[in-house]
């Protein structure tokens, strides 16, 4: 058969319209889906990794405290069973845990006025410090404790209460020369101690003393008596996992601070994600139906001369390929112009992104990726579609002829 005549005979009854809408229609669908995969893959970056934007790999969980459980005196400690279980969560990587001291603690400084308070101590492994690990050990027989402040607490200092009281405002270095009196007072001794603070954490809102201080001076000063573990701090390689959110709810833990945000802003950008490429799905879907109805309509209008091609023995495939090549063609247009609409789009929002964090540079890949596979999905929908029209056109135009013809009545 010649292509050329073929193809003629297809563009006679082509209607412009119907293509242009289809394009437009599939153009919009698709880059609406792609924008919205592209920019989850950029803005992900913002919450997950290091230097996100609410970064919260280590997450510090609490029990909720009723008022009944307050009058009644019940503790929320955590029992070794519940420990174990969560470190053999899949989304854990490691568990630690806020060992208090059970014996009072007095803490003194001179920086012209004498100063006292009632202060407590907690520590953790020191896998879960943020701060440089300087002079940060403790052996019995020792009179030094090296101590780890909140940088909170320092700020609040000298924000507030060095105003308010007339007192000197304290640098880092500064408040680590200062010279601390660290009174131990248990059921069973009390001793002093000098207190030389090491360090300030900005992941830990709690006053930290080595881990092998605070089990020493429990069992030293109040022999006896258990340190309940009340808190614990882990570590996970991705707050946002789902699977982290659902367990701390089911269990009724609290989380301090916002780490969980993390996981829950992620959530949200995912949905969003996602309701924003089923609207460009289903706006895809609907401008491939169009094509579809369009061939349908451009083979109804062949459908004489196509049934003789048929009767002149040229193949199904010989016949439906111009419509094919058609759909082919204008799928590839389609992508084309998608990509580049995503490409135009992402030059305008990256900046505003790389404003709020360092650049990803995710890149175009994972996105025209998916755009190729949906442009030809969808063709493959079509061409299906078409193919077995033209085999139904012998027995259709048969119909079609026994429909028109007179009949023996009318006769």
Known sequence: MNPMLHLRLMWRHLSPASLVGFVVANLIGLSILLLGVQFYQDARGLLEGKG????????????????????RGRANAFSQEELETLRGQPFVEAVGAFVPSVFRVTAGVDVGMGMYT??????????????????????????????????????????????????????????????????????AASKTFRGRIVGFSNRLNTILAPEAFVRWANEHYSPGQEAQITRLILRTDNPSDARLLSYVQEQGYEVEGDALETGEATYLLRLVSMLVGAIGLLISLLSVYLLIL?????????????????????????????????CLGLSLIVWALATLVVALSRSAYLPLLEELQRPTHQGLGWTMLVGCIIAFVSLGFSSIAIYRRVRQIPAFASSCRASSSPSLVDR
Do not use: C
Not at 63 to 70: E, F, L, Y
Not at 119 to 126: I, N
Not at 167 to 187: M, V, W
Not at 294 to 319: A, F, P
């Open 52 to 71: 996100a934007l609410l970064e919260g790999d280590y997450i510090v969980l609490s029990k909720r405290v009723s008022s009944i459980d307050a009058l």
């Open 118 to 187: 009632y202060l407590f101590f907690e520590s953790v492994p020191d896998e879960f410090l943020d701060v440089e690990l300087v002079d940060w050990s403790f052996t019995p027989g020792s009179e030094e404790i090296p101590i780890i402040l909140p940088r909170s607490y320092l700020a609040l200092y000298n924000a507030a209460f060095s105003h308010s009281q007339g007192l000197p405002q304290i640098s880092e270095r500064g408040i680590g020369l200062l010279p601390l009196s660290i009174e131990i007072e248990g059921t």
């Open 294 to 326: 369009s061939v349908y309509l451009l083979l109804q209008r062949n459908i004489q001369q196509l049934e003789n091609l048929l009767l002149l023995g040229y193949g199904t495939m010989q016949v439906a390929r111009p419509y094919l090549l058609l």
